[in-house]
């Protein structure tokens, strides 16, 4: 369970690495992902960083998340 503390922490980490800025499509579903990135490589969506376990990332561990946030490798990508 989450303190406030935690929350708290959270809340200054994610606004100052401007997390919304790019998981963020609909300013009414912040952090829900879907935005359109386009580069040079063509169009890439953002990810859905909510805690919902089905489409975000509930289910994640924080090793999970190190690997995605450092690596950019999602839980369900495999060993590469």
């Known amino acids: 369970e989450a303190t406030p503390e935690d929350i708290a922490r959270g809340k200054a980490l994610t606004d100052a690495g401007d997390c919304a800025g790019c998981h963020t499509a609909d300013p009414a579903k912040p952090f829900a992902g879907g935005k359109r990135i386009d580069t040079p490589f063509g169009a890439v969506y953002s990810r859905n960083l909510t805690p919902d ?12 998340f190190y690997r995605a946030l450092r690596f950019g490798v999602a839980p369900d990508a495999g060993e590469r």
């Open 53 to 64: 376990r089905d489409t975000g990332l509930g289910g994640w561990s924080e090793q999970d």
